[in-house]
Each structure stands twice: as C-alpha cells, then as structure tokens.
C-alpha cells in the first residue's frame, strides 16, 4: 500500500499529537499500576502489624500467610516471605499512605507532602533498608522521582551522602541573586563533591583531574546534578586583548544561567575568588544573552577553611559558592603530602 502522507507536515504533526497522548496514556497507566501494587502492599503490611499486635502473633505468621497466598495464587509473585516483610516495614515506615509528610527546610510549622507512588516497589525496598530518617527518605523520594534515577542511581547517591551534601556549599547567593534564583541555586551546589569515579595517578595536578572529569563528563554531570549542560573546557574569553582561559564552563537549563567551575588541586587561597570573580564578569559581559540571568561560579578546592572562605567573599557582587571535592583517599593522601613537598621547597 501506498504511503500518500508521509512527507505531508499536517500529518506528521496529527501522527505526533497521536503518538504523544499514546506516550501520556502509557506513563498514566505505569503510574496507575504502581499506585495500585504500592497500596497492596502496605495494605498486607499494615494488617500483619495489626494482627501481631492484636493477636500476639510473632514472625512465623509471616511464613504462613505467605504459604497461603502462593497457595490460592500460585502463577502470582511478589508474595514470598522476604517480600511480606518488607511490606511491613513498608507500612511501620510510612503510617500516612500515600504521602510521607516532613517539614520544610529551617521549619517546624511548614510542611510538605511528598507522594510515594513516585518510585517504584524495588526503589523503596532499598530505601528502607538504606535509610533510617523520614526526612532523608522523603528527600530521596522527592529526587529519584525528579531526576528519574534507576534503583542503582539512587543506591550510589544514598552511598555518597547526597542528603548531607546538597545545599551546604559557602556561598553568598542570598545577597546576589533574587530569592527565588537565589533557594534554587542554594539547593543545587553541594559539599563536598564526590569525585570516587576517577581514577588518578600518585602525582595528580588539576590538569589531570580536568582531563577526567570531562572524559567522564557523565558521572561528573550526575554528581553535579540534574540540568547542568557541559560548555567546554579550558573555555577560551579575551578581555582587553588578553586571552583566558575558563577551567569548565557550563549552562543550567532551570537557572537559565552560565555556571563558572575553577578547580584548584590545594587548599583554598583567597587570590583564587578574585580570578572566579574576573571570570564571572567576563562571561556576564561576553557570553550571556539579554535573557540570560546571572552567571553563578562555584570554586572546588582540595581542602578549606570556611573562616578563609567567608572573609574572601564578603562584599562581592557576583555570585558565586566555594566547595571542597573528595576523591580515593589514597589518592587524596598523595596529594596532601605532594602540597607539602612543594610548600616545603619554596621554603627553602
């Protein structure tokens, strides 16, 4: 048969808007079905605490049930012993089914209520055995969701502390950008980075770290978070005829801004906000777009003070946040004693 309308554009956006709502009616249904396991679940779990504790009934009820169950369904899975305990910690953990309910940052009367059919029965299974505080599981709930992470995304980011990281970076955002700009890009830098993915020589230099960051800018993105977009490296700008050079450069697509990354293999010095700061203005003045808003810069070092820090940054009008990044600690003892060596030598 003749295919009269393939190169027509009424038809392809009519095909479109077809394969769009079938996409949409898919995810609805995925989310329907994993609603519906999820209230099952914690349904069969919350009914053995209440008949355990009713009953005084102890843990070999579970094995029975279970017996039962596969018994009158035996083509059905989900139902094994290991599974219906995790149902009840399932239910002990999260009382209000459907929503776990936690504060606002800094609040005690301001709460928010996060869905927890928005990962699936796998990712809470690991959340649960993971994850002891409410808060912390909201928190993990809330950004596997958002950045749609796999069980194994989320086992790393558990792993790696995000929930005691994100939002710790020194950073004077809140006297330079607007507030709403400003708790988003709060939210968004973190301390310290994890940079465990690499894998470095004894002797490491910044350039050697550069180099793997950006050959693996994937794992580097991720550990940086969701809507960053990767520039370019050792970025060329000229100012005044003189060329620079710019560590990484990158643009958020939510804060709708160029982010400035320096690295620095040393402890932090007070001389490198000033070039962050050269930097920032560089790229406000010569790369941003009208529409663009502020450019932000974050400074990662091998160590800080955060007194140092806090004096470097007082008066700036540019926005910017210091962090330290931690890598293997092997790695990170050679370092330490590779600056000493060279502390050592200008002594001398």
């Known amino acids: 048969m003749e295919i009269v309308h393939k190169n027509n554009k009424e038809f392809k956006n009519w095909a479109n808007s077809i394969i769009n709502h079938i996409k949409q009616a898919q995810t609805e249904t995925c989310i329907k079905v994993n609603t519906d396991m999820l209230e099952l679940y914690w ?37 094994s012993v290991r599974n219906i305990k995790y149902m009840r910690a399932f239910a002990d953990a999260y009382p209000d089914f459907p929503i776990v309910q936690v504060p606002l940052a800094q609040s005690k009367n301001e709460f928010v209520q996060v869905p927890l059919a928005q990962i699936t029965w796998y990712h809470h299974i690991s959340l649960l055995s993971k994850v002891k505080d409410l808060n912390e599981k909201a928190f993990y709930i809330h950004e596997t969701a958002k950045n749609q992470w796999s069980r194994d995304v989320m086992l790393m980011q558990i792993k790696s502390g995000l929930y005691q990281r994100e939002g710790k970076a020194i950073n004077n955002f809140k006297n330079t950008l607007p507030q709403y700009q400003s708790d988003l890009a709060k939210g968004l830098f973190k301390d310290p980075y994890k940079f465990g993915f690499l894998t470095l020589a004894k002797k490491i230099n910044e ?66 906000i000033s070039k962050l700061n050269f930097y920032i203005s560089a790229v406000d003045e010569y790369l941003s777009n009208p529409n663009d808003q502020p450019t932000i810069g974050l400074l990662l070092c091998a160590s800080k003070s955060n007194v140092k820090v806090e004096f470097a940054m007082r008066g700036l009008n540019k926005p910017l946040g210091v962090a330290e990044y931690q890598l293997e600690q092997i790695i990170k003892e050679n370092l330490a004693l590779q600056n000493r060596t060279v502390e050592n030598d200008n002594r001398e």
């Open 43 to 79: 349904f069969i779990g919350k009914s053995v605490i209440e008949v355990q504790k009713i009953h005084g009934w102890g843990s070999k009820i579970i094995d029975e049930l279970s017996l039962e169950i596969n018994t009158e369904f035996p083509h059905s899975t989900g139902f």
């Open 207 to 272: 350039k050697e770290i550069e180099d793997q960051l950006t050959s693996k800018i994937t794992d580097f993105l991720l550990e940086l978070g969701k809507g960053f977009s990767f520039v370019g490296r050792q970025y060329p700008i000229v100012v005044d005829d003189t060329d620079y050079k710019i560590d990484m450069l990158f643009y958020h697509i939510q804060l709708r801004c160029y982010v400035v990354i320096e690295l620095k293999a040393v402890e932090f010095k007070p001389e490198f």
